[in-house]
């Protein structure tokens, strides 16, 4: 089992930063893969950027060039957030995977407005 919890949501004016961090604790040297997601109301979730224990990235096309992931040690990730849009408002879910299951944490909620 592998417990998440995430940290750093919340409200920001368009065209600022934010940065999420993500920290695994339980089974994490099984974790292949780490990264976030995000659901805005009435959509579905959708990736915005994983990356391996191999320090592979995938990052949605929505926030290519604006977004960065990284993997600062075995057990937490960050999402490093720039030039936010209120299109990117949204509960943010911190994931990690292991081959056979997929965790998540609670949310964060990342809200974008002026």
């Known amino acids: 089992q592998v417990q998440l919890v995430e940290s750093g949501g919340g409200l920001v004016q368009p065209g600022g930063s934010l940065r999420l961090s993500c920290a695994a604790s339980g089974s994490i040297f099984a974790i292949n893969a780490m990264g976030w997601y995000r659901q805005a109301p009435g959509k579905q979730r959708e990736l915005v950027a994983t990356?391996?224990?191999?320090?592979?990235t995938n990052v949605g096309d929505s926030v290519k060039g604006r977004f960065t992931i990284s993997r600062d040690n075995a057990q937490k990730v960050s999402l490093q957030m720039n030039s936010l849009k209120p299109e990117d408002t949204a509960v943010y879910y911190c994931?990690?995977?292991?081959?056979?299951?997929?965790?998540w944490g609670q949310g964060t909620q990342v809200t974008v407005s002026s």
């Open positions: 994931n990690a995977y292991d081959y056979l299951h997929d965790y």
């Open positions: 990356i391996t224990s191999g320090g592979s």
